[in-house]
Nanobody, 121 residues
Framework: QVPLVESGGGLVQAGGSLRLSCAAP??????YGWFRQAPGKEREFVAA????????NYAESVKGRFTTSRDNVKNTVTLQMNSLKPEDTAVYYC????????????????WGQGTQVTVSS
């Protein structure tokens, strides 16, 4: 069974919004992170928090535009992306685990398959 399943990617114009979701079917994790990888670039950190809510950590490039939180109804974690820019175009990954590493660590035990986000200018 795939440990993490992302959804919500797509094509949007610059200035628009998208909401990504990440589910962990049948599993209970402690913390999660969002990462992205653009063509020809290394994977980079976007945001992190805890499945139970609380503290968050954001990359400088997305602060004030992206928000990560838990959806208690759907039992998922989400990444709300507003004011999208063409440079936000990438495959976005959800990562998670039950370790006691902090949300400032970029090391995770489980990764999703990724979802494409494309922002047109």
């Amino acid at each position: 069974q795939v440990p993490l399943v992302e959804s919500g990617g797509g094509l949007v114009q610059a200035g628009g919004s998208l909401r990504l979701s990440c589910a962990a079917p049948g599993r209970t994790f402690r913390r999660y992170g969002w990462f992205r990888q653009a063509p020809g670039k290394e994977r980079e950190f976007v945001a992190a928090s805890y499945w139970s809510g609380g503290a968050t950590n954001y990359a400088e490039s997305v602060k004030g535009r992206f928000t990560t939180s838990r959806d208690n109804v759907k039992n998922t974690v989400t990444l709300q992306m507003n004011s999208l820019k063409p440079e936000d175009t990438a495959v976005y990954y959800c990562a998670s685990d039950s370790s006691y590493r902090s949300i400032y660590s970029h090391v995770y035990d489980y990764w999703g398959q990724g979802t494409q986000v494309t922002v047109s200018s």
